[in-house]
């Protein structure tokens, strides 16, 4: 392998250290996410892919790194870039499961609770005191996928008169459409 990347460009080599570094970095990434969120076996997978390219990567850089140091700011560079790409790529596929808890008023809640029916999800009601007014608490469950857009579509609903807190959940069982 040291004779092939010596035969090459010494600006090509530091772009393919750099590609590699980013793509091994996003893999290490979503193997992240993937094992906290349960996903072992797609984790292992992906963890032995990232291992094959760092030891590839590693041995380029510690073979040449005294002749270039521009192999250095590439080998730096594509790391960033590829924890960039990788929490940007987690973002967008919403590995999961998210909690959302609701505080609104008797009007708002009847709002959100017809708007859970109407969309199927189950959800769950309490009856609490804000600091000024009686206040309900309503739990939902969903897909983390689904969240985004179930948050929009309550804000708009209430006015943006609801206090919500939005958290992932690691593990749950049972409950109204979510067995697992």
Known sequence: MSEFLASLPPV????IVCAAKIVEITIQSLKTCMM???????????GFLECTIWGLVISTIISTLG???FLLLFYCVGY????????????????????????????NTEKIVDYLRAQNRGYTVFAGHGSTDKMNMILIVLPRRDMPRALREIRALCENRVFV???DVSKYAGGYGMMK
């Open 12 to 15: 090509l080599v530091c772009l």
């Open 36 to 46: 906290v969120k349960g996903q072992r076996l797609k984790a292992a997978g992906l």
């Open 67 to 69: 002749d270039n140091l």
């Open 80 to 107: 960033a870039t590829g924890l960039f790409l990788g929490s940007t790529i987690e973002g967008k596929i919403a590995l999961g499961t998210s909690n959302l808890e609701l505080i609104a008023n008797d009007a």
């Open 165 to 167: 807190v939005a958290s």
